[in-house]
């Protein structure tokens, strides 16, 4: 009889673990509420590329219930920080944020600023843009930690400003929701015929316009516009030098500096949109008291203590990219 007990248990162990549910809590889905990060291999075309998903799940509410915020970093490649920012109005207001991490050395400019679509003019095979990771990531998180969110918003400062508005472009079919676009040091336009430059008999084609790849399409231009994107900008992200301050011929002729690069472009795609009578969707937001700093743009405001700035969940403006995530939306 103890034999029998002993072999019953063990096939019943030999069953849990080799149930599906055991597998996907334990191996396949990290995942656990508050902070947490791991390593995504399951997009196959980019399965030689990991990405370090960094997240935060709050510790209260129903998983199913939360509403899903990607936030993309600058060109420093620290998702980490990212969580840091967002995570006190995720424990909050029961939001999930992802943040992937794109490094480096696997994920040059091209490859995650401007998502891999094109090198040096050579359009690339469009299962391997970057950007198709954001919605296999997605997907993984809500099979693996049942979020039950149908759409998802995305925040990008700087290079992550980049990649949210290229993103909005490229992935016409994606299940993006809201994106916040914040201080991009170069933009996107969609105008098939490519960027003029303002100085040089010069045309620029991708990253710097739509022209010389499949997005130069008056259909997928058509659905850009309708996005709701906002064109988030520092009033005082003025810098016209400096390590990250895109200073090429391509970016001055968009403006001399980031601000005045997405007034450009707002401006360019409402033109744009009324001449073809097509819906549009962007709005321009300007961050007043703000540079180039994402936690900044994040609040709409910061208070100095002792020399260091400060930010609070309780405290942010009508500006902040919070606010237009979740806040101004909801009226």
């Not at 390593?39 to 590329?49: N, Q």
């Not at 469009?126 to 979020?147: C, M, P, R, V």
């Not at 399409?217 to 810098?239: M, T």
């Not at 033109?271 to 321009?284: D, S, V």
């Given at each position: ?16 673990l ?18 947490g990060?791991f ?11 990991p ?44 939001i ?19 998502g891999?679509?094109?090198?040096k003019?050579k359009v ?26 149908e ?48 100085k ?11 022209k010389?790849?499949?997005l ?25 030098a ?14 001399k500096?980031?601000?005045?690069r ?8 409402k ?16 961050v ?28 942010y ?8 995530l979740y ?5």
């Open positions: 009889m103890f034999k029998k007990t002993i072999s019953l248990l063990l096939v019943m162990l030999f069953v849990a080799a149930t599906p549910s055991f597998a996907q809590e334990n191996i396949q889905a990290p995942y656990k509420r508050g902070a990060k390593v995504f291999t399951d997009y196959a075309p980019l399965k030689d590329k990405i370090t998903v960094y997240y935060y799940i709050p510790t209260k509410g129903d998983i199913k219930n939360m509403r899903v915020l990607f936030v993309m970093h600058g060109a420093q490649r620290t998702a980490g920080g990212r969580i840091t920012t967002w995570k006190g109005f995720a424990e909050r207001d029961g999930i944020v992802i943040a992937p991490e794109y490094t480096k050395k696997l994920y040059r400019e091209w490859e995650y600023q401007f891999g679509i094109a090198r003019g690339q095979p469009q299962e391997k843009w970057t950007y198709n990771s954001i919605e296999a990531i997605f997907d993984h998180l809500k099979k693996y930690a049942g979020a039950g969110a759409v998802y918003d995305m925040f990008g400062h700087s290079a992550g400003g980049q990649f949210t508005h290229r993103f909005a472009l490229a992935m016409p079919n994606a299940r993006l929701n809201i994106g916040v676009a914040a201080n991009p040091g170069n933009w996107t336009f969609p105008l098939i015929e490519g960027l003029k430059s303002t040089l008999d010069k045309t620029y084609s991708y990253p710097y316009s739509v010389g790849t499949p130069a399409n008056e259909e997928i231009i058509k659905k850009f516009l309708a996005r709701k994107l906002y064109i988030h900008l520092g009033k005082e992200d003025v810098a016209v400096g390590k990250y301050v895109p200073t090429n011929d391509a970016a001055l002729s968009q403006g500096h980031r601000l005045d997405g007034r450009t472009i707002y401006k360019t795609a033109k744009l949109a009324k001449k073809n009578g097509w819906e549009f969707n962007w709005k321009k937001v300007e007043k008291g703000i540079g180039h700093t994402s936690d900044g743009m994040a609040y709409g405001k910061y208070k100095e203590v002792n020399g260091k700035k400060q930010y609070s969940i309780d405290d403006t009508t500006t902040s990219a919070y606010y237009l806040k101004k939306n909801q009226k």
